[in-house]
């Protein structure tokens, strides 16, 4: 399904764009524990730095020591990953079978040498943007710079702060964020992103209509009896043809009344079919009502769409967009072909008023149009049976005892289409939202590697603070509200640019006619959620730091020098 595809790399490339500005402006995202090292090891490379290291020196230290890090890393990253996705693949596999009738789904071989060097040098990639920043850093640092560091990667000269005559614990908070606003600004806007993501994706998978979805294949009704013929010309088994099955055509008004017969029926529906022979090959063309016309229609369907303007006109339309491209044909062009409908041969001439983005048959005629070459029979393509709900098993048991002797038709139910496509709803939101947890790991990250980052360099301040009177409560406000600071910029980052990109990837894939897209509706519940984790994930962190920051004395705090 090429836009399926397209969708899937529309995220991927997002993702990707993501990823690089994580690493080129907020380089703390690619290494926690590699950043706050070397926040707090300033000093001892400034040492290093007056023993007579150059510049290039301390990049090549700094380099190998991520690079160190990166090579058992990457190869550990690559094996997790690979066994991950074989078990879930397993058990997808399993999940499939259990809810398909038709064929078994079978295991592939998942490791593909191709991949993993990609990934291989994505990730050695993504390591020496996030080394970027502090090679550059450490290698411009002075011995007396570094003897005198206390605030993060900071050497530039500091402004003058300015003072305040009462002191609050939100003031002091904001003091700490817009301390180094570049850094408050990037975590928000990654934390931000990583949370669009989200929101792009919760606009798709919590979109997908399941009973649109099974009722695009089964039209109406609980059943559905189709002609089962070779979608290709079958030279060698002209019986299993559309024109040849139709000379005998299983679907007929016997049959019909037997149905009607069975206890339980309501209701019987039917479409025609015939085989239409153009340019010398032959393939089957439906014919519908106005009622069928508007619920095959979508947005993605190219030209004039109107069946009462194709009836006036006499024009016919293409079932699939991508085949009327590609087979030379456009809409408005001119077209002629003769068509069997088991009973006899008739011509058609006229012009394409349009296509559908994906059809169950090549061409579609409107049923005036088809009626105004008076043909004679019938030719039922589809027979559509409907029930009460109770009355399904017992209706489903009778059609297969009464097509047990029967060839070329195949039954089809409404509740295997509703089932299959469940499923494979499912499948997608548990990809989608795994995938997303990683994403929001990463951008988690970044906001404790920030507030890790500003504790950490103003350990001294919050020890002085608390020397003077401020109270354990009152540390605790500071990070919280430093936290819900960040947490929401990030909301607000995520919902003023993923809910209108999200509505844009509902609309592209509604347009291609893209699995279960119907009618969109915001994805509260998955929204409301993000932003509870969120908030809860801050407060969490806010409560580990401000617990590890007061395991050391005032004493070691006030004494910390960075």
């Known amino acids: 399904n090429v836009p399926m595809k397209t969708l899937i790399y529309i995220i991927g490339i997002f993702f990707l764009l993501t990823s690089c500005y994580q690493q080129e402006f ?19 490379y400034g040492k290093i730095k007056a023993l007579g290291a150059t510049g290039k020196q301390m990049k090549q230290l700094i380099f190998r020591e991520g690079i160190l890090l990166a090579v058992p890393s990457i190869p550990l990253g690559l094996l997790f990953g690979f066994l991950i996705a074989k078990v879930s693949f397993n058990w997808l596999v399993e999940q499939g079978n259990l809810v398909s009738s038709g064929i078994k789904n079978h295991q592939v071989p998942l490791f593909s040498m191709t991949i993993m060097l990609i990934c291989i040098f994505v990730s050695f990639l993504t390591v020496v943007l996030a080394l970027r920043k502090p090679m550059k850093i450490v290698s411009r640092i002075s011995p007396i710079e570094a003897t005198r560091y206390l605030d993060g990667f900071k050497t530039q000269k500091q402004g003058r702060r300015k003072g305040r005559k009462d002191v609050t614990v939100f003031s002091m908070a904001m003091a700490n964020v817009t301390g180094n606003p570049k850094r408050t600004i990037a975590t928000i806007l990654t934390m931000g992103l990583s949370c669009v993501l989200f929101v792009i994706i919760s606009n798709y998978v919590e979109n997908i209509d399941t009973e649109h979805e099974a009722r695009i294949a089964i039209n109406h009704g609980q059943f559905e009896l189709q002609l089962d013929y070779s979608q290709n010309y079958d030279e060698a088994y002209s019986e299993n043809n559309l024109d040849t ?19 339980g029926v309501t209701d019987v529906l039917t479409r025609e079919i015939v085989s239409a022979d153009l340019n010398g090959t032959k393939f089957p063309v439906a014919i519908v009502n106005q009622e069928d016309f508007e619920m095959m229609r979508g947005d993605g369907d190219i030209g004039s769409m109107d069946y009462a303007q194709a009836v006036k006109n006499g024009d016919v339309f293409f079932g699939w967009s991508m085949w009327m491209e590609a087979d030379g ?11 069997d409908n ?6 058609y001439h006229g012009k394409i008023a349009g296509s559908f983005v994906s059809a169950d048959t090549y061409l579609v005629i409107p049923e005036e149009v088809y009626r105004s070459v008076n043909p004679k029979g019938t030719s039922y393509g589809y027979l559509w049976v409907d029930c009460a709900k109770k009355d399904v098993a017992s209706v489903e048991q009778s059609l297969n005892d009464l097509l047990s002797d029967t060839s070329h038709i195949k039954l089809n139910t409404y509740h295997a289409e509703l089932q299959t496509a469940e499923y494979a709803s499912r499948m997608m ?45 009152q540390l605790n406000l500071s990070l919280q509200i430093q936290g819900l600071i960040f947490t929401v910029g990030t909301i607000c980052v995520a919902l003023a640019a993923g809910l209108p990109l999200g509505y844009a990837l509902f609309s592209y894939a509604k347009h291609n006619g893209i699995f279960g897209m119907n009618v969109y509706h915001v994805p509260l519940i998955p929204i409301l ?4 984790l969120v908030g809860i994930l801050q407060i969490v962190l806010s409560c580990v730091l401000s617990s590890n920051l007061k395991k050391e004395t005032l004493v070691e705090r006030i004494r910390y020098q960075g």
Do not use: R, W
């Not at 959620?529 to 509870?532: E, G, N």
């Open 342 to 347: 088991g009973s006899g041969t008739y011509t």
């Open 329 to 339: 044909y456009s809409a408005g062009a001119p077209i002629t072909f003769n068509f």
């Open 26 to 44: 907020h380089p703390e995202s690619g290494d926690l524990i590699f950043q706050v090292g070397i926040a707090q090891k300033v000093q001892e």
């Open 245 to 263: 099955i139709l000379q005998n055509n299983p679907l007929n008004d016997s049959l019909i009344k037997e149905i009607k017969s069975i206890p």
């Open 429 to 473: 939101k548990l990809g989608c939202y795994l995938f997303m947890a990683i994403v929001g790991l990463i951008g988690f990250m970044n906001l404790a590697n920030t507030m890790i980052i500003n504790i950490t360099t103003k350990k001294q301040e919050y020890g002085v603070l608390q020397a003077v009177g401020m109270t354990n409560k």
């Open 529 to 532: 959620v993000m932003i509870l």
